[in-house]
């Protein structure tokens, strides 16, 4: 899709933002660039070229977001940052990508990175089992068994490790019974123990994975399944972390709206929340506007289920919705309180931010006291956080 030159100016400016001071700002300018799609990758070379460290940062969150095969080269990329931090936040990032591309820079870092990277790369090569890459295993193993490695890092692996299926498991824990480090027998007897007394899970899946997607998102959308029975099916459906899943959790929002003339209008945003209470858990904010839209919606249907899927997101742009909703209906109080403060957690929200004093003042006054208390600071330390606020 070609960008036309006032989307391509409204691009630069956001990535621009990136390299705010203010976190709500940076929050802002990557909520909105997720809205605008993959079409803004082609401008993100360019601003990484000059980004400072804080920008860097902001465009992994960007990158993670949007979760596009094309992000795939700019995460591997910044793996490679001179700055610890960034790369280190690439390799966490880059745990969102099964492709056998990402298990080998992964492997690289396992190999001969700093100690806290190679640490972040065994749990971010765990992550990618989890999603299906075979792999993704084989360098775990390695550094498990290599004697002459770092005993720290040695059980980071096998704490990475811990994860796969117990028939992989099963055979590495017994051989490494006899190891030279008391520390990683002591472990992995503790995990085998922990092998023998997992019972099955009541839950299970297809076999086929695009049969598992298509079953366990019937399910969860589906208005003959009660509501007690809920976890349960996003559980099944949330474990899977297949790289189609976000995708075609979207899409099954899609459907739900073009399908609203042959349902009610309560039934198919209950089917929605329950959708974004998948997107939640699996941390996606590909649905973000569509999230906002709905806690705005009067009649609110399903309100509790935005909400806690609100909660999980922490987004700064649904403090307006929500503080609306906490203005508006006193009965909602507790889940509006609960999710107004793990957005105001994460943003490290306060009275003067901005997304706090543009509010209405019945909504500012709604959710004011639901913020966390400051202690008292000198007159220059409020001013400076102030600045940084604004």
Do not use: C
């Amino acid at each position: 899709m070609p960008i036309l030159p006032s989307a391509g100016r409204r691009i630069q400016d956001l990535l621009g933002r990136l390299e705010s001071a203010a976190a709500a700002e940076r929050d802002s300018a990557v909520a909105q660039l997720t809205l605008l799609g993959p079409r803004t990758l082609s401008n993100v070379p360019g601003f990484l070229s000059r980004a400072s460290r804080t920008g860097r940062l902001g465009a992994l969150d960007l990158l993670e977001r949007l979760g596009a095969p094309a992000s795939l080269p700019l995460v591997l990329g910044l793996i490679r940052d001179g700055q610890e931090e960034v790369a280190r936040r690439a390799i966490e990032v880059a745990a969102a990508f099964p492709d056998p591309r990402t298990a080998e820079a992964l492997t690289t870092v396992l190999a001969s990175g700093a100690p806290a990277l190679r640490a972040a790369a065994a749990a971010s090569l765990s992550r990618l089992h989890g999603l299906g890459l075979v792999e993704a295993v084989d360098p775990l193993l390695r550094l498990l068994f290599s004697v002459d490695e770092d005993e720290s890092l040695r059980l980071a692996a096998l704490e990475a490790l811990s994860a796969i299926e117990p028939r992989t498991l099963r055979p590495a824990l017994r051989r490494l019974a006899g190891d030279e480090s008391p520390a990683l027998v002591r472990a992995a007897a503790d995990l085998l123990a922990r092998l023998g007394n997992v019972k099955a899970p009541t839950v299970t899946a297809p076999s086929h994975p695009h049969a598992s997607l298509a079953t366990w998102l019937g399910r969860l959308t589906s208005s003959r399944t009660h509501a007690a029975d809920v976890p349960k099916v996003l559980a099944a459906l949330v474990a899977q972390r297949s790289a189609a899943l976000v995708p075609h959790l979207r899409q099954r929002l899609e459907e739900l709206g073009r399908d609203a003339a042959d349902a009610t209008a309560e039934s198919v945003a209950r089917a929605k929340a329950r959708v974004h209470l998948a997107l939640a858990a699996l941390d996606s904010r590909i649905a973000l506007h569509d999230l906002r839209d709905m806690l705005k919606a009067r009649p609110l249907y399903a309100a509790k289920d935005l909400l806690t899927a609100a909660e999980q997101v922490g987004d700064a742009s649904l403090v307006a919705a929500i503080a609306a909703i906490a203005a508006d209906d006193p009965g909602l109080a507790e889940p509006t309180a609960t999710a107004f403060r793990a957005i105001a957690l994460r943003g490290r929200l306060r009275r003067t931010s901005r997304v706090i004093r543009a509010l209405r003042p019945e909504h500012r006054a709604a959710v004011e006291s639901l913020l966390p208390r400051q202690r008292p600071a000198s007159p220059g330390a409020s001013r400076a956080r102030d600045r940084r606020s604004s």
